[in-house]
């Protein structure tokens, strides 16, 4: 039973990571429909500052834990608000350049990582008190697992906030309708796809921070092979729908590590796409995704 | 703006048959150099590992003429039926480690093997397309995406003999003699020539058949070509079969120029570095992908290579390093491309074609065909 909860709250922190990324996914294609394959290397650039910032330290303390985390969010932001100003914005209203541009932008990055710092792992040491487990029902659960299910919590709160309660979530709950409409009406889309671009990119970021003191360290390629179970979690979630991002997210990291572990190693990966295909076939507009109109 | 009939009508009156013959000319010769290049040991400078006939360089060439082969298959699906695949990878891997897995089979053989393979290609090209189409637009993608990576974990863990990290060789003696050994690269060469050949002509009839146009047609407008009675579905099922089918083959040449398989060629990074090809020769247009694979092959290999000359060594560190890596100067190049070009170096090299008289909607051949978004109409449109 103690084996089961510790790799349940595993999957459920491996869940919360995908949701980080995959949320900021499903916002920027509700609002703008690009589908942004850079945000994978945005999240190992942050990852690769959060360990330029915990290296130095062989027991860091809590704040320069959140230091870190802070420059990863910080800086995933600002990569994706620069991305949107010199790259998405001047293809504006097409979509596959702006996705193949990201593509390209997505390999240079993670290539720079790598000439930079080398294709191997690089170990982050972690805070004393992330290191050590807690007692849950009898099960040793470590501290990494908490941090990353209260992030992806927060996250999720602060997403449905600025969404429901500020006027920019406004603008963008009215410009994933319609967003020309909303332009006609004289507001500026232009302003909350940077926004949301920058959103992205900064929940990105944060997940590349947590990403790398969860693993316990920091590869070029860390990214690119989330953002595969992120698109994952958005088709089996529905394109655009958070809350399907989020229950997406929990079923996939729970049974990716349930059958990881129960079954051989490697195949709950593989399970994860036999999910996937059985949700094209039952249901393709994904859990909480809308049927689309044909005309 | 275009119908579909209007592309079946102007790709029948603009088929190549009424091109100048000075261009299938320029064609035949290349196609006879490429084929005796193997005979000549010139050095052209840098260009290539060593002379022209040496196994560094017919390898280099053989897996260049490879990759433009499998860029046309997708461009078959994604010029032509605007279905971007991003898991096309699956497919060539597939071809190509199944082909190497059967073969060592000892009650198989080579033959016996490689037909086998790609039949089996085509069954799963059949099921992975039946299943991914079930989306349309970016869903599409995303699920081709998914079902390649299902191969690249089971590859990278080494099931049903695949050999995990370090891939799978042929076992002694499993190819046939003439393709055995570094002095027999130029048959190997010579075989990626003919498979090129192969693949570009049946590419090049498949688009001028009915269905192909109705592909086209596709591409341009889903809804309105399946408001003319158009089984979409099935059209686009048959695209992505037999354009799938066709890169596994391309996959099974790979194994033999290359002695086996490697995990490299299933992962996600060689399904987008197929689509970046495609985009970068121009989309849309078949010789403008093999021309990309071509060009994308050799940079990846060749720039490796740059990064260690004397020039670039005595760079200051701020350029130097970034050149160390091949795919940044590539997705930088690739970025740059989008923004300035977006129809692929094909707009540029192609010859453009006079609008015919009373035929004002003609776009000129370089303007590459680009698959309409908004055939998909918005989640809330």
Request: include cysteine; charge should be positive.
């Amino acid at each position: 039973m103690a084996t089961f909860i510790l790799i349940a709250v595993s999957g459920l922190g491996l869940g919360a990571l995908y949701f980080l990324l995959a949320t900021g996914l499903s916002l920027i294609f509700g609002l703008m429909r690009v589908l942004s394959f850079a945000h994978g290397a945005f999240l190992s650039v942050a990852a690769f500052a959060s360990w330029l910032v915990l290296r130095s330290d062989d027991s860091p303390s809590t704040w320069r834990l959140a230091l870190a985390l802070l420059a990863a969010t910080v800086l995933g932001g600002a990569l994706a608000f620069v991305t949107e100003l010199a790259i998405i914005r001047p293809l504006k209203g097409r979509e596959l350049e702006q996705l193949l541009a990201t593509v390209g932008l997505g390999l240079a990055l993670v290539a720079l990582l790598a000439a930079i710092w080398g294709p191997d792992e690089h170990l982050i040491p972690r805070t004393q008190w992330l290191d050590s487990t807690s007692s849950v029902l009898g099960a040793p659960i470590p501290h990494t697992r908490f941090l990353l299910i209260v992030a992806a919590a927060l996250v999720m709160a602060a997403i449905r906030l600025l969404l429901s309660r500020s006027r920019y979530g406004l603008i963008i709950r009215a410009g994933v309708e319609n967003s020309e409409m909303v332009s006609a009406l004289g507001i500026n889309v232009k302003r909350s796809f940077t926004l949301v671009f920058t959103v992205g990119g900064m929940l990105a970021g944060l997940g590349g921070g947590l990403a790398g003191s969860y693993y316990g360290g920091v590869s070029p390629y860390l990214g690119d092979g989330m953002l595969i179970f992120s698109f994952i979690v958005l088709i089996i979630g529905g394109l655009g729908s958070i809350v399907g991002a989020l229950v997406a997210a929990i079923v996939l990291g729970l049974s990716q590590s349930l059958v990881n572990f129960y079954v051989q190693n490697g195949i709950g990966d593989i399970f994860v796409v036999v999910l996937l295909v059985m949700t094209l076939l039952v249901r393709p507009q994904g859990l909480l995704g809308q049927k689309e109109r044909l005309v | 703006m275009r119908t579909p009939a209007s592309v079946q009508r102007g790709l029948v009156k603009r088929g190549l048959v009424k091109r100048g013959l000075v261009k299938r000319a320029a064609v035949l010769l290349l196609v006879v150099l490429l084929a005796l290049a193997p005979f000549t040991n010139r050095n052209l400078g840098g260009l290539l590992p060593g002379p022209i006939n040496s196994a560094g360089s017919l390898q280099l060439l053989a897996l260049m003429l490879v990759a433009a082969a499998t860029a046309v298959t997708l461009d078959v699906m994604f010029g032509y039926t605007g279905l971007l695949s991003f898991g096309h990878a699956l497919y060539f891997g597939f071809g190509c480690y199944s082909t190497v897995v059967l073969s060592n089979i000892s009650s198989l053989g080579f033959a016996k093997g490689a037909v086998l393979a790609i039949l089996l290609t085509f069954v799963v090209a059949l099921a992975g397309n039946a299943a991914s189409l079930r989306l349309t637009g970016i869903g599409f993608s995303m699920a081709t995406l998914a079902l390649a990576q299902a191969l690249a974990i089971g590859v990278e863990r080494g099931f049903l003999r695949s050999g995990g990290e370090v891939g799978v060789t042929y076992g002694f003696g499993v190819l046939p003699g003439p393709f055995v050994g570094i002095a027999n690269t130029r048959n190997a060469y010579w075989l990626a020539l003919a498979l090129l050949l192969a693949v570009y002509a049946l590419c090049w009839l498949a688009v001028r058949t009915e269905a192909g146009h109705v592909w086209q047609a596709i591409r341009e407008n889903a809804l309105r070509t399946r408001v003319l009675g158009y089984d979409v579905y099935v059209f686009q099922l048959g695209a992505g079969t037999i354009a799938c089918t066709l890169a596994g083959a391309c996959g099974a040449v790979y194994s033999v120029v290359m002695g086996g398989a490697n995990p490299s060629i299933v992962v996600l990074g060689y399904s987008l570095s197929l689509v970046l090809m495609v985009a970068l020769g121009g989309r849309g247009v078949l010789w403008g992908a093999a021309l990309g694979g071509v060009l994308y092959t050799y940079l990846n290999q060749r720039l490796t290579a740059l990064s260690d000359s004397a020039t670039v060594t005595g760079l200051p560190e701020v350029i130097r390093v970034p050149l160390t890596q091949p795919n940044f100067i590539l997705g930088v190049l690739f970025i740059l491309i989008i923004l300035f070009l977006p129809a692929g170096l094909a707009s540029v090299l192609g010859i453009r074609r006079r609008p015919r008289a009373g035929r004002t909607d003609q776009k000129p051949r370089g303007a590459a065909p680009v698959p309409d978004d908004r055939r998909e109409p918005a989640l809330d449109g």
